[in-house]
C-alpha cells in the first residue's frame, strides 16, 4: 500500500528564516498532496494543497512543490514567525477514496 | 456549533466497557472519517463514509465498530478495548470523498485502563 515518509521529524529555525520540509510517497497513482498544520492541543488545519498536475503552488509565505518523478515533494514556509512553530504533517491520496496516508509529521520550533 | 464537533472530549474507560464516540459536522458534507492518532504513529485513517456507505475500512480489529446514520453524523463504538487503544480519535469531514479539504473535528482524547 501507499506509505509516505516525512523529514525531518523536527527543525528548528529562527524567527525570519526559511523553512522545508520534504515527503516522499510510494504509489506513483497519488495525485492529491495536502499539508496539514497542527497546534499544540488543536485539531489538524489545511495550509496548502496541491494537485498531481501541477508542479508548484503559492500562498503567501508557503509554497509546496511536486516532483512527481521522484515522487517526493516538499513544503516551503519563509519569514517564519513564532505562530508557526506546530508540528505540520503532509500527506498523500489517490484516486476517489478519499483515503489520506499521512507523514509521521514534523515539530516545527520558530525561535524569536 | 460551527464545523466539526466531537464528543465526549475525553474518556476513560475499563477494557470490559462499551461506549461510543460521537461526531458531528455541520458544513453540508457528504464524507466522514474516522482516524486515530497516537503519540509515536502519524494519523492513522480508520475509515471513510461517502453518502453514509463504509467505503473504507483500513484493517481496523473488530472491536471498534463505526455507524453512519446519515451524512452529518458519524459513530465509533467501542468494546473491549486494550491499553494500546489509547489514543486521540478523530473525526473529519469533506464535501465528498476524493481530493477535498478534510475538516477535522477536536478530537476525543481516549484511555483505556
Given at each position: 500500500g501507499e506509505n509516505v515518509e516525512q523529514h525531518p521529524s523536527t527543525l528548528s529555525v529562527q524567527e525570519g528564516d526559511s523553512a522545508v520540509i520534504?515527503?516522499?510517497?510510494?504509489?506513483s497513482a497519488s495525485n492529491y498532496f495536502p499539508w496539514y498544520k497542527q497546534e499544540l492541543g488543536k485539531r489538524p488545519q489545511l495550509i496548502i494543497d496541491i494537485r498531481s498536475n501541477?508542479?508548484?503552488k503559492k500562498d503567501q509565505r508557503i509554497a509546496v512543490t511536486l516532483n512527481k518523478t521522484a515522487k517526493?515533494?516538499?513544503l516551503h514556509i519563509t519569514e517564519t514567525q513564532p505562530e508557526d512553530s506546530a508540528v505540520y504533517f503532509c500527506a498523500a491520496s489517490t484516486g476517489n477514496t478519499g483515503k489520506l496516508i499521512f507523514g509521521q509529521g514534523t515539530t516545527l520550533q520558530v525561535k524569536p | 456549533e460551527t464545523g466539526v464537533t466531537q464528543t465526549p472530549r475525553h474518556l476513560v474507560m475499563g477494557m470490559t466497557n462499551k461506549k461510543s464516540l460521537k461526531c458531528e459536522q455541520h458544513l453540508g458534507h457528504n464524507a466522514m472519517y474516522w482516524y486515530k492518532q497516537s503519540?509515536?504513529?502519524?494519523?492513522e485513517l480508520m475509515f471513510v463514509y461517502n453518502f453514509k456507505?463504509?467505503?473504507?475500512?483500513?484493517?481496523?480489529?473488530?472491536r471498534f465498530s463505526p455507524e453512519c446514520p446519515n451524512s452529518s453524523h458519524l459513530f465509533l463504538h467501542l468494546h473491549t478495548l486494550q491499553p494500546e487503544d489509547s489514543a486521540l480519535y478523530l473525526c473529519a469531514s469533506s464535501q465528498s470523498s476524493g481530493a477535498y479539504e478534510q475538516y477535522f473535528g477536536p478530537g476525543t482524547r481516549l484511555t483505556v485502563t
Open positions: 520534504k515527503c516522499t510517497y510510494s504509489d501541477v508542479g508548484e517526493h515533494f516538499s | 503519540a509515536k504513529k502519524p494519523l456507505e463504509q467505503t473504507e475500512n483500513n484493517s481496523v480489529p473488530s
